[in-house]
């Protein structure tokens, strides 16, 4: 699946079924087929630049979800950024929002207990879709889904306060917000506009 078989896709969605959420899911899947003189940075910031046309012209939320390179054997787990992500610094620099969700791991690389953290490390419109941070949740396995710190169960207490070293994480996927912010004062494109 090409670049530009995602793009048509993309298009299909917004203006045949009226899509206003595209999530792209996961980016290092996609068929890179680049330019025989192009570099994978060039290439990187060409894409990004398309698909933030592209949402823009129709007027839709686009998500990119781009996993981070893997660690060093031996290195520390923290956090990643836009800047893990393999290809170039133009996930950090062009996208609108970057945020990522980052979990606890044990020695052996398995998920330790429920914790998550959701960190918006990058926005670029913070009055109208708020400013980076972090939010802390958990996960329940038993129906798959995050809840906060209102949900959780009795004697349950995660982000002690006396937590004294950081935990050690397991990379997880950074989301790449390219699309334009949603504008509810304003209608959606309708196809004759296109």
């Known amino acids: 699946m090409t670049l530009d078989y995602v793009l048509e896709r993309i298009e299909t969605a917004a203006v045949r079924y009226g899509a206003k959420l595209v999530v792209v899911d996961p980016w290092n899947e996609l068929d890179h087929d680049r330019d025989r003189h192009e570099s994978e940075t060039e290439y990187t910031g060409k894409a990004i630049k398309e698909l933030k046309y592209l949402a823009k012209r129709l007027q839709i939320a686009l998500i990119v979800v781009a996993h981070p390179s893997k660690p060093h054997p031996g290195s520390r787990l923290k956090c990643p950024t836009p800047y893990d992500i393999s290809g170039s610094a133009h996930w950090y620099n062009k996208p609108d929002v970057c945020i990522a969700v980052w979990r606890d791991v044990d020695r052996d690389g398995n998920f330790k207990g429920t914790n998550t953290e959701i960190r918006v490390q990058k926005s670029r419109y913070w009055n109208s879709i708020g400013r980076p941070g972090t939010v802390k949740l958990w996960f329940d396995s038993g129906c798959n889904r995050y809840r906060g710190p209102d949900d959780f169960p009795e004697g349950h207490r995660p982000w002690r306060s006396n937590y004294q070293s950081p935990p ?5 996927p950074i989301v790449s917000r390219i ?10 494109a309708k196809v004759s506009d296109m």
């Open 179 to 188: 699309g334009p912010p949603s504008n509810p004062n304003k209608a959606p």
């Open 168 to 172: 050690k994480n397991r990379a997880a």
